[in-house]
């Protein structure tokens, strides 16, 4: 089975400007998250769907930030506007439900300048 | 505040030591402690995992030792290989299907 994929695997914008990043979970996933690690420092939990719910966005750091999973399949990750913190590299997980495993995607690695 | 301290932050280890990752944890909700274990340019990807009621689990070269009075939990790498030489993480969640929280990250660099 395919892993989780995000897209795009790098991004370099300008202060000020909008990006969007994209996950799409293991197929069968119920459960999608999103993770952000800055400056190699933890990785800090975002936000939680189930299905196309949010579970729990107590992550999300501010209103700038806007997640959606319409349909309940894939996820996307909106950051507008783009303040120079925001740099880092943000993490998709998904979950079977029932399940304990996290299954990570290899990154978005997002630059603002 | 970090809810899960994780040290050393890097580890270097001649080939066929033993690497020791050390976390702890003052969340005593805590249920399951997973272990991550990342590569370059790859996700974080689950190596082993330890619910509280067991001091000890051991897959293989990897064991995590649990000491749920003093709240540490411990990642050993038994004879370590430069293929071992990755990044790992020591996280720890409060119940079924809610996020997880991870420590700052331990690069691990064994060398031949």
């Known amino acids: 089975e395919a892993g989780v994929t995000q897209f795009p695997s790098h991004s370099v914008i300008e202060k000020g400007q909008t990006v969007t990043l994209r996950c799409d979970p293991i197929?069968?996933?119920?459960?999608l998250y999103w993770y952000r690690r800055v400056m190699g420092k933890e990785i800090k939990f975002l936000l939680h769907f189930v299905k196309e719910s949010k579970q729990d966005e107590s992550g999300m750091p501010n209103n700038r930030f806007l997640a959606e999973r319409t349909g309940g399949t894939y996820s996307t990750l909106k950051v507008q506007p783009a303040e120079l913190e925001d740099s880092g590299v943000y993490f998709c997980a998904s979950s079977r439900t029932g399940k304990d495993t996290q299954y990570f995607g290899p990154g978005t690695r997002l630059t603002v300048l | 505040q970090q809810q899960v301290k994780q040290s050393p932050q890097s580890l270097i280890v001649q080939k066929g030591g033993i690497s020791i990752i050390n976390c702890a944890y003052e969340n005593t909700a805590f249920d399951y402690f997973p272990w991550y274990q990342q590569f370059p340019g790859k996700g974080p990807a689950l190596l082993i995992a330890i619910r509280p009621d067991v001091s000890e689990k051991k897959e293989g070269r990897f064991t995590i030792s649990f000491n749920k009075s003093a709240k540490q939990f411990s990642l050993h790498i038994m004879d370590s290989q430069p293929g071992d030489s990755a990044t790992y993480f020591c996280?720890?969640?409060?119940?079924?299907?809610?996020?997880?929280?991870f420590g700052s990250g331990t690069k691990l660099n064994v060398k031949p």
């Open positions: 996280a720890a969640r409060v119940g079924n299907f809610n996020k997880f929280y």
């Open positions: 197929s069968g996933h119920d459960n």
